[in-house]
């Protein structure tokens, strides 16, 4: 017999106190436990669509997922990367556009999602959600920002080393210092704004430079000084 | 009361906004500076922009009258992440940051506003990330070409409503100088413009769109 699927309750969700939604009063997590709806989603599959039109607001409960944009010779270019208490789709609720990006899994998710309606009620009458809303949205901004300054300024060697030392921070590292996720060679590329094979032609100059070590589809950073000067990141 | 449509509305009918005027290239504010408050462009253009080494600029964005500066600074308390200066003679209407927080904090609705303003700036911006990975050089100072005519329009004489120069032009596009010279040596030499001096004559506006696609 199949499992039945446990709905996160918002009350007791950790994921919630990490995000914009810990601001809300105890009569609004109620109303959002009864309102959302909470779904399970594969590696691989999508949760938003580019060009569909928003009808609220994603929280991830669990899991990993990335944002996309596709280029018209069908290439993705991810733009961020969302995990446990991320939000999803706010940016295109509040500007009443279609997505700008497709969401999809990285590694099996628990989503929930957050009907406009009740989404908007929340944010004309709770003064310290929309506060964190729009530093949220002002965070995601300068974020923007450094983004397009890295892509256009520095070499791939570069925007490699500091895609990798991004990956470690977001995803976190094992007990044995690896980066706790698969990730594949296109979406490092994809990430990095490069060509697959340029992707793997630079993780193996790294491997035999001793910045990492490749154990399959995993990585490990083993040396983060050499891979923080590469990226000309200093402390 | 006037009506308040997009946050640009609440400077611009703000009481007592002070007012600058900058000549083309003042800087307006320095990257890593306080934010003292929100600027509206009553006139003018401005160029957002990162230094990079060499004395290189980034540009970022370019900002049209109506358009405000500094928003996200001030929303999140933080220096100024990029610097901005006036790329034509550029009267600004100023708001310090107390001022325009309480503002914003005396109604629910304008706080949707900011959030509205900053989110067609992050779109921008990430489709300018998609546009330097995806496409050729060409076809980027194409599509760079067809936002300037968006954004300032085309006189009479088919004449670009803004004088920018080479640098600004290839620091936009993502692109080096002497890559700029030749991309507009090609485009002037298939007919789609003519460049002198920082003015664009745009010739064959179909040709143009083509050359982005």
């Known amino acids: 017999m199949k499992p039945q699927f446990q709905q996160p309750v918002c ?37 938003f669509n580019e060009g569909n039109k928003p009808a609220g607001v994603y929280c991830v409960n669990k899991g990993k997922i990335k944002i996309f944009q596709t280029g018209e010779e069908g290439k993705e270019q991810i733009l961020r990367l969302a995990k446990e208490g991320d ?64 892509l256009a300024q520095k070499p791939v060697r570069e925007r490699m080393a500091e895609a990798l030392l991004m990956l470690q921070e977001f995803f976190g590292t094992d007990k044995n210092g690896i980066i706790s996720t698969v990730i594949s ?7 990095v704004g490069i060509a697959t094979e340029t992707a793997i032609r630079i993780l193996s100059e790294f491997k035999n430079e001793n910045l990492i070590e490749l154990i399959g589809k995993r990585i490990k950073v083993i040396n983060q000084q050499g891979l923080l000067k590469t990226a000309h990141i200093f402390d | 009361m006037k009506p308040v449509n997009c946050i640009e509305d609440i400077i611009k009918n703000y009481r007592e906004p002070t007012q600058f005027i900058f000549h083309k ?57 990029n610097s901005a200066a006036a790329v034509s003679e550029t009267v600004l209407s100023f708001v310090s940051a107390s001022d325009f927080m309480n ?48 954004k300032y329009g085309l006189n009479n004489s088919k004449i670009l409503n803004v004088n920018i120069s080479l640098d600004e032009l290839a620091s936009y596009t993502c692109i080096s100088k002497s890559y700029m010279k030749k991309i507009i040596a090609d485009f002037t030499q298939r007919g789609i413009l003519t460049y002198s001096s920082g003015n664009i004559k745009i010739l064959n506006l179909s040709g143009l769109i083509s050359a982005g696609v």
């Open chain 1, 185 to 191: 060679r296109e979406d490092i590329a994809n990430i």
């Open chain 1, 11 to 47: 009350d007791e969700c950790r994921s919630r106190l990490g995000n914009i939604f810990c601001t809300l009063t105890s009569a609004q997590v109620s109303e959002m436990d009864s309102e959302k709806n909470c779904s399970i989603y594969k590696k691989g599959q999508i949760i």
């Open chain 2, 103 to 150: 503002l914003v904090d005396s109604n629910n609705s304008y706080k949707l506003l900011v959030m509205k303003n900053l989110c067609s700036r992050i779109d921008s911006m990430e489709n300018h990330i998609v546009r330097i990975n995806d496409k050729l050089s060409d076809e980027r100072f194409a599509d760079t070409l067809k936002l300037l005519i968006d």
């Open chain 2, 25 to 81: 290239n003042d800087v307006i504010f320095n990257e890593n500076d306080e934010p003292s408050g929100i600027y509206y462009i009553k006139s003018g253009s401005v160029k957002l922009f990162k230094q990079e080494p060499y004395q290189n600029q980034r540009i970022l964005y370019l900002a049209n009258s109506g358009e405000i500066l500094g928003l996200h600074s001030v929303v999140n308390c933080c220096p100024f992440t």
């Open chain 1, 87 to 150: 939000i999803l789709g706010y940016r295109s609720l509040i500007s009443g556009e279609v997505y700008a990006g497709t969401a999809a899994v990285l590694e099996d998710a628990t989503v929930c999602f957050i009907p406009k309606r009740t989404f908007f009620d929340f944010l004309n009458t709770n003064a310290r959600l929309s506060t964190q809303m729009m530093q949220l949205l002002s965070h995601d901004l300068k974020k923007a920002e450094e983004r397009l300054t890295g």
